[in-house]
């Protein structure tokens, strides 16, 4: 009974991170490759960042790949934003606190940098979107666009992706992508709610209002809060539709996605 207690205690104790799983701990991690941890801050800031880099640099080191490489990116990204806020923060008392996150400052740059070198050539769909998003590269949109119809972006993220080369391209084809990546998701995913804000303000630019009103009333249940819902329910009144109805289709539309049965309104048979 004493040792039953015992090892339930051990399993609820952030220590124990999963090592009854065969799982290093992050400190176990720096103790046995001290490498992967060296070279970020040592104090509690962006204690998150830090985690999710030594992870994926201990994942990546035991099985390489593009998918991880591609993690770190993101990963050293967030942590650059991190550690960068946590640096101009004056420590009266212990200067060498802010050196310290310096340190971390310029070890996302020059990881970000080596990162994106090793990853030029990549194949990797979204390494290819990453490299044109942030450093133009056409030749990675090119092989980017090449794998729209070979199924291999047949996932919502990738699918917003491709949204955003198209926006200011082809407005009926972003918004088709857009509903494309919602039949994707599948129930209990976390879905992105930057979709409805984007089909809303589209419609918007269209003066298709009603469906602006649908799409906006779905993201301010989602929590967004850049849409002005009651002037878009003005202009959906100047058009002669009721909001209550468009309500209606909007609650649909929530139940339909967060069950993954979405299906995109072209293919339905109402008209609104």
């Known amino acids: 009974m004493r040792l039953l207690c015992l090892l339930t205690i051990c399993f609820f104790l952030t220590a124990c991170e999963n090592a009854f799983f065969g799982e290093k701990t992050i400190s176990q991690i720096c103790r046995d490759y001290p490498q992967m941890c060296q070279d970020l801050n ?3 800031h962006c204690r998150k960042e830090k985690a999710e880099i030594i992870r994926t640099r201990y994942a990546n080191l035991q099985a390489p790949s593009d998918p991880l490489k591609y993690q770190l990116l993101l990963q050293f990204e967030d942590y650059k934003v991190c550690i960068g806020k946590a640096a101009q923060i004056e420590h009266i008392k212990r200067k ?3 050196t310290d996150r310096v340190k971390g400052v310029i070890t996302a740059r020059r990881q970000l940098a080596q990162l994106a070198r090793d990853t030029k050539d990549s194949k990797y769909p979204y390494l290819l979107h990453y490299h044109w998003s942030r450093f133009g590269k056409e ?3 090119t092989q ?10 047949e996932k919502p993220d990738l699918q917003v992706k491709l949204a955003e080369y198209y926006v200011k ?6 918004v088709n992508l857009l509903y494309h990546a919602l039949e994707l998701y599948e129930s209990g995913d976390t879905i992105e709610p930057e979709i409805f ?3 809303s303000t589209i419609f918007l630019k269209q003066e298709r209002f009603p469906r602006a009103y649908v799409w906006a009333y779905i993201a301010k249940e989602y929590g967004v809060k850049d849409l002005d819902l009651a002037q878009i329910e003005a202009l959906v009144r100047q058009v002669g539709k009721r909001p209550n109805r468009l309500e209606d289709i909007a609650d649909d539309y929530i ?13 339905k048979p109402f008209v609104y």
């Open 144 to 153: 980017f666009l090449a794998l729209e119809n070979t199924g291999e972006l």
């Open 197 to 199: 804000y984007s089909l």
């Open 169 to 174: 391209k082809d407005l009926d084809k972003t």
């Open 42 to 44: 040592t104090d509690a």
């Open 96 to 98: 060498e606190k802010k």
């Open 255 to 267: 139940s339909d996605i967060r069950s993954g049965k979405f299906v995109a309104p072209e293919h």
């Open 139 to 141: 030749e990675s949109m």
